[in-house]
């Protein structure tokens, strides 16, 4: 096994940066999957990096030269998923004015890579069982089974095994995907790794946009060290892509993200006057609604407005999420916008 320095030197290329003991153990693990051609279950919340994962298994491995195809099962529907996977004859249907290898086609070699696979209906979930059994499909509209020799990974930010005793999910499918497993850390549970990013990121913003280098000061380290980040690495970039391009200093210490993050926004407006002092209560109710908004508003754009999709990534019963979008008025915000 390489010592950790080399992995984490190696992993860096893939935007994978951390040094905690929680993301240096997932390092390791990274480089032992890649040793395998075996299916691979990568599982961890929204925006901790599992795409990444899967890339640097893949570039780590003996396919290296291959494609890497990666595929969000949500936001392919139910009626396209066989096409799309398995391509097509010409005029299989009425769109097909040409052949189409597909999906798995273009990965031949390679890696396919299913992120999101607990969106899968059961229909698509029996066409991917067939497929994994012996790597074998056949095209829409075509005759000839094909063979293509490709490695499965697979991510979700659900449990499987609870979707599964729920019947959600496939049983038998479930087996075939969780031979292999990778649990990305949420980045709360990683310590000191939010500011090491942070700052890794500075550096390439600086070299993207090619303006001076900034840094965090001492308080804009103390927040980023402090706050949950329920967005995990995706959420801490957002905030300092902002912060880097808008803020005039230097130096950063993160003060609107500090009222963003932390909901100070709303203390301070109560702290500053007597006259329009808030309550307490009022201004936790308006720091959740403002919460609730943003979390349910990001779910709805990664879920391209489908509201059952975005549930099911939220964890939420779909009738208790449309409730949500309804008292935000998102619904009309995203009709708008459309």
Known sequence: MRVPGETMEELSRFNLVGKSPQFTQTVRRIHRLAQ????????????????????????????????????????????????????????????????????????????????????????????????????????????????VDVRIIVACNADLGLLANERRFRQDLLYRLNVLTLKMPALRDREGDAVLIAQTMLQRLSHQYRLPLKRLNADGRDLLARHSWPGNVRELENVIHREFLLSEESELDLRDARAELLGELVVAAAVRTHESAIAFREAKARAVAEFERGYVSELLLRADGNISHAARMASQDRSAFGKLVRKYGLTEEMQSSA
Do not use: W
Request: net charge negative.
């Open 36 to 147: 395998f051609d075996a299916t691979v279950m990568i599982a961890g919340e929204t925006g901790t990096g599992k795409e990444l994962a899967a890339r640097a298994i893949h570039y780590l491995g003996g396919r290296t030269d291959k494609p890497f195809v990666p595929v969000n099962c949500g936001a392919i529907s139910e009626s396209l998923l066989e096409s799309e996977l398995f391509g097509h004859e010409r005029g299989a249907f009425t769109d097909a004015k040409s052949a189409s290898i597909g999906l798995v086609g273009e990965a031949a070699g390679g890696t396919l890579f299913l992120d999101e696979v607990d969106t899968l209906s059961l229909k698509a979930q029996a066409a991917l069982l067939r497929f994994l059994q012996d790597r074998t499909y056949r095209r829409v509209g075509g005759g000839g089974i094909r063979h």
